[in-house]
């Protein structure tokens, strides 16, 4: 396969995508810094926020992966209250950061349904529509769906975790509570009703190969969603999938994967948002800025009250746990700045992709 003509293809096969995420050394940078191309072109170099609130870690699911599994009973649970919810807001927008993501373990119950819509609701209200509003709480049903969506929430996430069906039973249990085909009618829902809609996996997990990887890929694109979001499986030493610690990839390897994953999905679809996912800070110091150069556009800056973070630990070592918001804005301001990005305040930064449509 010839490296040049590949890169500058604007569709893939599964064999071309196999052999770019195994690029190494020069030709991995060379894939690197052409999806950085297709990206200031098609999108430019902004990057926007999302003011990330960790609403609940409360979670009926049993995810072999995640620290807040409902098995793990070493961690306290907790909900934010109303107050603290809209205080966040507030932050957001004094820190101007243009939008918010609630984010929360799986409850499927009346009265959360009914908590999430009033926050939103609430929030839109208050703020006149000026912060956009990302979900990611989990499986719900298309009435549920519809009411966050009525009730202002305008984007929203539901990670695949994994497109292949084996692997995704292989980091979950096998049980109606954790239904393949339930996630992916979820996305598709969430599509009909008419939610810019992500999704994403985690890499370098254990049973995981380059074809994996490659079908992953294809399902996104196939699947056309408007964001994705993928970062580094980091074992977690309170779940089932931590045995597995010592045949994975190394950690620098699990972010190479990751930025070429990144730089891959870039080539496929030119002006969908990406995100450079906080767990990639966690394995490379740097991780975050090394994304959003392989042609990420988003970053999650945490606002969540600092004595509830260390709960949720959905994977171990989590960078932020003791930033405070508004030091955070400032530091990833400087980092952005020096690698010729700029942050884009207050604005939505929603999905071009979604609107090409
Ligand atoms: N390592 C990395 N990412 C994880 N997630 C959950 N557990 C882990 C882990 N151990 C990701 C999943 C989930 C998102 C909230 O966090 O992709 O959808």
Known sequence: MNLETILNNTEFTKEE?????????????????????VKLRELGNGVYLRGLIEFSNSCKKDCLYCGVRCSNKNIPRYTLTDQEVF????????????SLAIQSGERSDRVFADKIEYLVSEISR?????????????EQSEDVYRRWFNAGAHRYLLRIESSNTELYYKIHPRNQEHSYDVRINGIETLKKVGYQTGSGVMIGLPFQSLEILADDLLFFKNTDLAMVGMGPFIPHDETPLYEYKNEL?????????????????????????MVAATAC???????????????????????????????????????????????AKNSLHLKMEAINHEIKYNEWGDSKAFFDK
């Open 17 to 37: 995508l196999v052999y770019l995420l195994s690029l190494e050394g020069q030709d991995m940078q060379r894939l690197l810094d052409r999806a950085l191309e």
């Open 87 to 98: 205080d966040c807001a507030e932050l957001a927008m004094e820190m101007q950061l243009g």
């Open 126 to 138: 208050r703020y006149n529509n000026k912060l956009g509003i990302t979900l990611s709480c989990g």
């Open 249 to 273: 990839l190394s950690d620098e390897m699990r972010m190479n994967l990751t930025l070429k994953m990144i730089s891959c999905l870039r080539l496929l679809m030119p002006r969908i948002n």
């Open 281 to 327: 800070q966690t394995i490379d110091k740097q991780g975050r800025e090394k994304a959003i150069l392989a042609g990420a556009n988003i970053m999650m800056p945490n606002l969540t009250p600092l004595k509830y973070r260390e709960n949720y630990l959905i994977y171990p070592n989590k960078q932020n746990v003791k930033d405070r918001p508004i030091d």
